[in-house]
């Protein structure tokens, strides 16, 4: 029996998301959690972030996660915000993330940064094989790139109320990206991921050698490994609101269309009355 739907017995169903594009979205998934996880661990090593070029040495953390002998607390700039139980300090264990999210689980900053730099690999390669493909076909150009319409401040605001209202598109609406998925998937494929990747360089003393450059534009070592921990927590929330949105629309219908491309397109429960222009 075939896995994938036949198109001609249901005219609702349409073949979405092609191959190459799951592919990368798997392979892009699994690398990123596995990242994150193990950049968790290497931040325990030194639980604290600071702007400019020493650090410890001459400036004073602007991000802190820590413990006393009794209570876990966060503290942002002058703010100190307890977190007992769960960073800082959690099962009676002094570190700044539990071991239920670091890879690995105990403290070890050695294998952290083995696995942290072997997934590196799989993040980087299969993502410029993305850009490329998805240039070259103008999947980017055609599916993900924002129209002028799109943009406009009445139809942006108009998508983002539909959204907060749970309303989201259906029919031959439905067969495309909305405007919040693409500036999502936009930011994240040619903004969050790219400056992750260029900030965990800048903090590589070899490829400062190389690239001095880097350090100038991140400014300096310190400045690269916040910005680097920024980006990685922006796309924790993404993560997090995609996966909200999955469930919200339909899992069984979402979670299909990127295992197997084919995607049944939402009915209209009554019909839509537009606005006048």
């Known amino acids: 029996m075939s896995v994938l739907p036949d198109p001609q017995d249901d005219n609702d169903l349409v073949y ?21 996880m ?4 290497i931040f325990n090593a030194h639980p604290r972030l600071y702007w400019g070029q020493y650090g410890a040495n001459r400036e004073a953390p602007w991000l802190e996660i820590g413990s006393t002998d009794t209570a876990g607390f966060l503290r942002l700039g002058p703010v100190t915000i307890p977190t007992t139980g769960v960073l800082g300090l959690s099962g009676g264990e002094a570190r700044a993330f539990p071991a239920l999210v670091t890879i690995p689980s105990g403290y070890d900053l050695a294998a952290a940064r083995q696995w942290h730099f072997a997934f590196a690999w799989l993040l980087v390669v299969p ?27 009445r139809n942006l605001w108009q998508d983002i109320k539909d959204h907060a209202r749970l309303r989201f598109h ?4 439905a067969r495309r990206y909305n405007i919040l998925q693409k500036l999502s998937y936009v930011g994240v494929i040619f903004g969050l991921l790219p400056a992750m990747v260029l900030t965990g360089l800048t903090m590589s003393p070899g490829i400062d050698a190389a690239w001095p450059w880097l350090l100038d534009l991140f400014g ?13 927590s922006a796309l924790v929330g993404f993560i ?4 909200a949105m999955v469930l919200l629309a339909g899992p069984l219908n979402e979670v299909r269309s990127i295992i197997t491309g084919w995607y049944r397109l939402p009915r209209d429960e009554a019909p839509r009355v537009e606005e006048a222009a």
């Open 16 to 36: 979405r998301q092609r191959r190459p594009v799951r592919l990368w979205h798997w392979l892009n998934a699994f690398a990123v959690v596995v990242m994150l």
């Open 38 to 41: 193990s950049g968790l661990m």
């Open 127 to 153: 993502g410029i094989a993305f850009w490329l493909w998805g240039f070259a076909v103008r999947h980017v150009q055609r599916d993900l790139a924002p129209t002028r319409a799109e943009l406009a401040p």
């Open 170 to 173: 259906t029919g031959e609406a």
């Open 220 to 232: 300096g070592r310190q400045s690269a490994r916040s910005i680097h921990f920024i980006c990685a």
């Open 240 to 243: 997090v609101v995609h996966l």
